[in-house]
């Protein structure tokens, strides 16, 4: 999810989540805060799974970690 694509992910995906909340209403209006919080870290490239993995939270390190690791 640190790829470009991935963040692009999670702004379409964050997106699409406020506007349906917004147009159906109701007990939907639940997903606002986690479209809002996918678009920001898709903004800022930050992966908030990364720590559970012991990875860095910034998308960048994460790149940077996996381009020098090498298979054996």
């Given at each position: 999810?640190?790829?470009?694509?991935?963040r692009w992910g999670r702004i379409i995906v964050g997106s699409v989540m406020i506007v349906s909340a917004v147009?159906?209403?109701?007990?939907?209006?639940?997903?606002?805060?986690?479209?809002?919080?996918?678009?920001?870290?898709?903004?800022?490239?930050?992966?908030?799974?990364?720590?559970?993995?012991?990875?860095?939270?910034?998308?960048?390190?994460?790149?940077?970690?996996?381009?020098?690791?090498?298979?054996?």
């Amino acid at each position: 999810m640190s790829s470009p694509y991935g963040r692009w992910g999670r702004i379409i995906v964050g997106s699409v989540m406020i506007v349906s909340a917004v147009l159906t209403g109701g007990i939907a209006l639940i997903m606002l805060p986690f479209g809002a919080l996918m678009i920001f870290t898709g903004t800022m490239n930050l992966c908030p799974m990364g720590p559970m993995y012991r990875q860095p939270l910034k998308g960048e390190k994460i790149i940077e970690n996996m381009q020098t690791y090498q298979l054996k």
